[in-house]
């Protein structure tokens, strides 16, 4: 499992438009109610993407920078594409993706 | 209008501006924040802790901590301050782990006379002579005098975070001021 | 005696006719209220309450010579904090950039397009962007959304023009990054800006 985590990580930060990959405040320990396996990492702070296996669902969640430059919409949309081919590749039949983004990297002005 | 940089004119904006759009979400005004305090922040822990701590890693904590809760900071202007005492908590921990016991008299040998950076040719004579006292003294005093003196903790913040009564840390402070000031004294 | 004939400081109580050390720090700290006659008529207490002025109006420039003689922080060191911190911990609510379906739930936050509409200052010398405020419930894809923006701006500047391109460029931002219905953007100008060069 720490592969796939590794892959869905360098697929991510090779998204065009996608400046970092951000720790996620919503950790594990957040998904209240729900037998949650933590599969991806460690405890420590190494850890990006997080991959949660709740009730058969597979869920990759990611916290991205992107580049002002492009569009938040289609970044979104071209990450998660992505992710979810990975899933899908490795088996996973019920992928889902939580991806959030968490900060523009202004570049130059767009009007 | 003179040519700026982007992101200047918030590099030089004042503590109230960068800190207040800080509290709003603004990660920009936070690495202002950032690259403002961590030179003092890092000269006061490393006068806490001694030369060979992992000062950076206690900064690193305390940033942490500093960006979860900003939304508690009520006044913005008092960024500085409230930095501060975040990285006191940080240093501290560091300090009553290290120690369960402490020493008030202070058997120990005093910390090496290397504890800081090197200093400007031209500093004060006076500055030079307290920093000489400082490490002269043995480590639990010389600490509670840094943290008393020049990060601004009460006595009772102290002796909670440091695990200690009140009155060993009133005897640890009472002990390093009298070194100090005989020494100061001394080289008037 | 020292060499020029003063004598040594004594900070016992014999010194201090009966005071110690801890009384007099605290009756510093005090500001020397309320008066204690005791204290005030000893002279040993005001050599020792001199010398304690003397530390005290040093401390700040140890200080100040410890900070100065630090590095400016790196820019590894400065990258190290920024991705130690998990900024969608306190980013405000998630604005969806899609319709939610099965496989995924994408969002943008709040934090990320306040930060979008602040970086269009950059786009014009001299303003700072204040507070943000996005009002509705932007968690809801199509709700009707104003946008509050406060800014400063330097005195001279033609205020109605600039708050036109101001507004133009928040809006092309918004459109290019979220999926936000957006029913006006209000620009209230706060206050003249006076951050000058002797700020640093």
Request: net charge negative; with cysteine; proline share 5%.
């Amino acid at each position: 499992m720490n592969d796939l985590v590794v892959e869905i990580e360098a697929a991510v930060l090779g998204t065009p438009g996608v400046v970092a990959l951000y720790r996620t405040g919503s950790a594990v320990t957040n998904l209240v109610g729900a037998a949650v396996e933590r599969l991806s990492g460690s405890e420590d702070a190494a850890t990006r993407a997080v991959i949660t296996n709740t009730g058969g669902t597979t869920q990759v969640e990611v916290a991205l920078g992107i580049d002002s430059q492009g569009s938040a919409v289609e970044i979104a949309q071209a990450v998660r594409d992505r992710v979810t081919a990975l899933l899908v590749a490795a088996g996973e039949t019920t992928p889902f993706v939580r991806l959030t983004v968490v900060h523009v990297a202004d570049g130059r002005p767009l009007a | 209008m003179t040519d700026e940089e982007p992101g200047s004119r918030l590099a030089g904006a004042d503590d109230r501006i960068v800190a207040g759009r800080a509290i709003d979400g603004d990660i920009a005004a936070f690495e202002v924040l950032v690259r403002r305090y961590t030179p003092m922040m890092r000269a006061y822990v490393r006068r806490v802790l001694g030369a060979s701590a992992d000062v950076d890693d206690v900064l690193q904590e305390a940033f942490v901590i500093a960006w979860q809760r900003l939304s508690e900071l009520e006044d913005p202007a008092a960024v500085k301050s409230w930095l501060m005492r975040i990285v006191s908590r940080k240093a501290m921990d560091r300090v009553r782990s290290r120690r369960p016991q402490v020493d008030i008299d202070g058997i120990e040998p005093p910390a090496s006379p290397d504890t800081t950076p090197a200093r400007a040719a031209e500093t004060r004579a006076g500055v030079e002579a307290l920093n000489a006292a400082l490490a002269e003294l043995p480590e639990a005093q010389r600490q509670s005098w840094v943290l008393r003196e020049i990060g601004g903790l009460t006595y009772e913040e102290m002796a909670a975070e440091l695990a200690m009564p009140v009155t060993t840390v009133r005897g640890l402070l009472a002990r390093a001021r009298k070194h100090i000031m005989v020494r100061m004294e001394e080289w008037r | 005696m020292t060499e020029d004939g003063r004598l040594p400081l004594g900070l016992e109580p014999d010194d201090l006719d009966g005071h110690t050390i801890e009384e007099l720090t605290d009756y510093l700290d005090a500001g020397r209220t309320p008066a204690d006659a005791s204290i005030d008529a000893s002279p040993g207490c005001a050599l020792a309450l001199d010398a304690m002025e003397r530390l005290r109006a040093l401390t700040p420039a140890l200080m100040a010579s410890d900070e100065a003689a630090e590095p400016a922080p790196e820019p590894g060191w400065i990258q190290s904090i920024l991705s130690g911190i998990a900024m969608d911990a306190r980013s405000g609510r998630r604005i969806p950039l899609a319709d939610p379906d099965d496989g995924s739930d994408l969002a943008i936050t709040e934090g990320a397009v306040r930060g979008l509409i602040r970086a269009a200052e950059n786009v014009f010398p001299g303003i700072l962007i204040g507070r943000c405020r996005l009002d509705g419930d932007v968690t809801v894809r199509g709700a009707e959304i104003g946008v509050e923006v406060d800014v400063s701006v330097p005195f001279g500047e033609p205020i109605v023009q600039l708050a036109e391109r101001l507004r133009s460029e928040i809006a092309v931002r918004l459109a290019r990054h979220t999926r936000l219905a957006v029913t006006g953007i209000d620009i209230t100008v706060h206050d003249i800006s006076t951050w000058t060069e002797d700020k640093r």
